[in-house]
């Protein structure tokens, strides 16, 4: 979000989809930057795996896969910017000898605003399914004014050999990191970002500092992971670094990169949110008897249950957290699953991760029983995923037989952690199951949805019309009241 004091860019750099190795796997990430002359654009990263495509022989004899991709900016209706282009793959003797993973860079010119972006991306040797993603691009680089880039993560750099390469910038190339994800086995974490106009800013060649680090979940930065390089203002400096994180602890953590003046006010900021996983650190700090009871129910899981313990951990996990467990649970083995939710639970509740899994599980089996359809856990339903983050409300309201609406539960938060008061509106357009949607909250970040009570008398004349703006009461509809006085 933009002030006028402190500028958090909006960081774009979420895996939108990745299918299992029995279908194509790919992530996608991208980061926006802009250009000494102030023109915006958007770095698409796209990262293959070598062995999940299909592949043909080409006229050298040697197997090729192709892919189609398709990038949309769109702001409503209207298309703001498009690319559609064939990715080929590195030549390989026979399919069966494709090993690793291959990766796409594509900049695309943007003006600053906030855009949905869709990705398409089809085998074009394979059959004629097609895999999309979506999420939400925001471009904001004002004129002359001070901003920094999104950070990139790096997964390797090196002195650039051919500067033609998309991924050579400043004479290094650098292959982008399309995970939020950092596990034990990598010890470093590598970024790149860009500081743009400091000289019509603050002056041609006035001192700063760029001050970078890693801060934990309270905002405060962790001396060891701390740095600062020192800049004189002009149009761009570059910030390509490196942290030993061997000794970083199992947890949420941001990489922040601070611009402070000479009285060492920050100007402006750029954070990007990122999970470390240290095996070997926590078990150190841990209370071994703890740890050794929460590992050795784990020995006696099968993997598709401590697969169903971790999709159940969603409505709790961080967007890192979350990450790893959308891309990463199906691809891995049963001891990084072990890790993972270890660590989890560790960063939960250290003295007592056990404990704290125990008392979870049992919120899970609850939402299982009380709000599961015939497709759909608990835990995955809207109510499910409700109780889990916030508790047991403190009253709800359940209509499920009145004359003019669809049935409809209200529940009611005395505190909730985003506001005093919270109220959530559950209905059901079918009754014959339980699975009761979402339908108006009054909490930031929940769906808001001023038309509530009209779609909940959508299957009567004449609050079935969309258009309809008139009185929603009618004869035994008794939700307005309810919201507004809950019991």
Known sequence: MKSTITAFLLIISSTVFGQSLTGLDAQFALSTFSTPTQEPYVENYLKIQAKTINYKKNS??????????TYTFSQGDTVRAFKKFEILSPTVTSPDSA?????????????????DLEIKLRDAYGSDHEYKGSQTVNVNYPENELSISDIELIANKSVAKNQES????????FIPYVYDYYPTEINTLSFYAEVYNASQS??????YVIRYGIV????????????????????????????DISQLPTGNFKLKIDLLDSAQKVLRSEELE????????PQQNAP??????????????????????????????????????????ENVDKAKLENFFIDFWMEKNPRDPYQAWKEYRKKVEYVNQHFGTRVEKGYETDRGLTYLKYGQPNTIVRRDNEPSNYPYHIW??????????????????????????????????????PRWKYELQRRNTPYGDVDFEGDASDWGNQSDDFFNQPR
């Open 60 to 69: 050298d004899s040697l197997y090729q896969g192709k892919l189609i991709v």
């Open 412 to 449: 009611h938060y005395y505190k909730h952690p985003k506001r005093s008061d919270a109220r959530y509106v559950f209905y059901n357009k079918d009754k014959s199951t339980n699975d009761y949607k979402l339908l108006h909250s009054n909490v930031i970040g929940e769906i808001n949805n």
């Open 288 to 329: 071994t008897n703890k740890y050794d009871a929460l590992a050795e129910m784990l020995k006696k899981t099968p993997q598709p249950q401590l697969l169903e313990h971790i999709y159940s951990m969603k409505p709790i996990a961080s967007v890192p957290e979350k990450s790893f467990i959308r891309i990463h649970a």
């Open 99 to 115: 090993k690793g993973s291959f990766m796409d860079l594509q900049r695309i010119a943007i003006d600053n605003g906030v855009y």
């Open 202 to 207: 603050l002056g041609e060649e006035t001192p």
């Open 166 to 173: 998309p991924f050579v910038k400043n004479g290094l190339k």
């Open 216 to 243: 934990n979940d309270y905002g405060d930065h962790l001396p060891q992971f701390t740095a600062y390089q020192r800049e004189r203002a002009s149009d761009i400096a570059i910030l390509a670094k490196d942290f």
């Open 274 to 281: 990122f999970l470390n996983v240290n095996k070997a650190l």
